[in-house]
């Protein structure tokens, strides 16, 4: 072992004189202060989790070594290190050796028997008090486990920490692999460089993992400051190069903790490391980080909650330094698999642009998902993308169902988040588009255009949520739950979420066993399935929560406080009695949300009560009614629905042309580009507004 520096950085270099802030073994923080510093309780606060992540935190964090930690620890082959050069920048570290050279005879010391890899600068930042971060993962179990901690001694053998924070973290977004060790000692080749090579983009491009790590600069007596290193996973691809000094990634939804963007709000600067497990290549870089929080390129990523872009300063490679090879496959994590990748976001931003152009797309999987509604998956039959969408929009397809052998247009809302892949809609077997559908094989081929839709869930709320569905109307409803309950381990919203459904029986009851299976993973759902005339089956399976209808009384019953927002979706007199239900329960009219699948439009209550004339009038032709028009109709078929005039309609997104209606006077803009083909004198009622202040008259 070479011997330490003695600099010291502006970062904490000691624990409180005599060791004053280590508290005696036991469960949980035992400090007042909290274990975060200002930078993680910003993003905590920024969310709306600071109370719900403080009161996890003081029951997960411990100030030592659990024995089941040090059990951990002691039966890895390598570990991370996250420490500190002299002048603040943070480096990962890539540390080896047989099981057993990690070791903890103290419950507050952990020591490496190991010299850092040929080439790593590890030795010249352990010096007195140097805050070290250590991430420890079991590649084939996935297990991991963190330590915030300060560098106490070097010898000969090795060096050890003082334990100041220790946690377990779940396995999400980790690759499972098998490693064997050389024979042989390797010998590495050490390079170094500022920017990224030829060999660099190889490696980055095909890297499922990367480590990162951050630090936070802190007093001396912070017991929340120091160095932290993390695991980043997705699917290979998910590394962009946008050139020789610089990348971009996406961050995924994790545990809200955030030790890393934390960090990274304080002190931008940071530590990447990529192994190759295949060749034995370790690449070390210094950067300054940069996190990109709202864009079209984050949207049209899937799964990414953020983007970090990383400047590079500096490159250790490390050619063959590994001494071992992962043998076997990959274990791919479930998590992984709902991500998307660069090339997918590229084709995805690409897609979505063409809002007009139908696309075949191929089913590639059909599931039954009640007596009557079936899922499609649908895949791209031509090498374009998949156009992002948000969960709760809808899809418009068209089908060569006509008895004539015409074209259909028809809209069905996607019942999965987006992933990058494929699509997914729920159709229920009803009349000719959906009934052909249902007798397509998979291989079949259908035209779609890009998602579209203004029934979207709303990411800024920190409200309980209700999802109120009826029937088929349950499809946009499980697309807003799986958005919100990511996975089995992770939830975007830390409100109650109740969930209710509304069928006839357990047959027509689509997506139950989804429904309680996530109920199972989350505590913060809530499912109530109210059936109307449930069988004996039903009965005896006690599905139904409630039998009858949902009325003003089941909503008062669950409703946990008026302040909530509620999504609607299925039948108009449904929704329009729901609606009137929870506005006189006190939830404000703003916060009732609706999907509606047919002309059927739910009448709010400032449009039961709004004078005719107070504003520009649209008048509808042929029957002689007219209403003052309000912003809140949507679009003239809205007005429509709202005067009680009967307009034809479909799609709802200028694609079908079944809205289509000579304007006779006034003028009119789209809020979508229209499809459909139209005559000179025609406009399209779903997605019209009046423009001026002149009356506009429609031949309706
Ligand atoms: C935004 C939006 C989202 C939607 N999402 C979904 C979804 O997720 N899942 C879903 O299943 N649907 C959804 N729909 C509805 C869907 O678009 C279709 O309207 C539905 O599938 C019916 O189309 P169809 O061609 O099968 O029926 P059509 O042939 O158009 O018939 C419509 C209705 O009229 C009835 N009908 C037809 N002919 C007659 C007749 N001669 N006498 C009596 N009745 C008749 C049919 O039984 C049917 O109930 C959505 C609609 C919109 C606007
Ligand atoms: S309803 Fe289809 S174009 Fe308007």
Known sequence: MGSANSHRSRYNMGMRAGGAMISKPGLGWPFDQSPFH????????????????????????????TEQHRVFFGQLP?????????????WASMLVGRPGFVDSTDPVILRFEADPLPGDPLLRHLVDGAPIGVLGIELPTRRRNRISGRFQTLDERGFAIRVVQSFGNCPQYIQGRDLEFLQERPSANIEHSDRLTLHDRTMLAGADTFYIASASPGGPEDI???????????????????DDRTITTPDFVGNYVFNTLGNLSVEPRAGLLFADFKSGDVTMIACRSEVIWEGEELRSFAGAQRLVRFHIKQIIRLRGALPFRAVGSTEVST??????????AVQAQKASRELARWRPFRIVKKDKESRNILSFVLEPADDGGVAAHLAGQFLPIKVLAGDDGSHLVRSYSLSEVANGRTYRISVKRDGIASCWLHDRPTGAVIDVLPPRGEFIFNTATRKPVMLISAGVGVTPMVAIVNSLLVNDMRTRHAEPIIWLQAARNGGDLAFAAHIIHKVRHHANLSAHFVLS?????????????????????????????SDIDAYLCGPGGFMQSIYDALLGLGVPDRQIHFESFGPAR???????????GSSQLIRFGRTGKAIAWSSSFGSLLGAAGVAG???????????????????????VTYTLPPVAELDDSEILLCCTVPEGKDEVVIDV
């Not at 006690?542 to 009325?551: K, M, N, P, S």
């Not at 739910?602 to 005719?612: C, D």
């Not at 005039?645 to 003028?667: E, F, I, M, N």
């Open 224 to 242: 929340s400051a120091g160095a932290d290193v993390s695991h980043r996973g997705g699917r290979p691809g998910f590394i962009r190069i946008d």
């Open 38 to 65: 200002q930078g993680e309780r910003a993003l905590h606060e920024l969310y709306g989790r600071r109370q719900q992540i403080d009161f996890a935190a003081r029951r997960v964090i411990q100030d030592h070594l």
């Open 335 to 344: 998590e992984i698999e709902g991500t998307g990748t660069w090339s997918e």
């Open 602 to 612: 739910v009448l709010r209550k400032q449009e039961k009560i709004r004078p005719a």
């Open 645 to 667: 005039v009967t307009a034809p309609y479909g799609c709802k997104s200028g694609v079908c042309g079944s809205c289509a209606a000579r304007l006779v006077r006034g003028s």
């Open 533 to 561: 005339a449930p069988n004996r089956e039903d009965q005896a399976g006690r599905l139904a929560d409630h039998v009858g209808r949902i009325d003003r009384d089941v909503l008062a019953r669950l409703l946990p406080t």
């Open 78 to 90: 390598f570990v991370l290190i996250g420490s500190v050069d002299h002048e603040g920048q943070p």
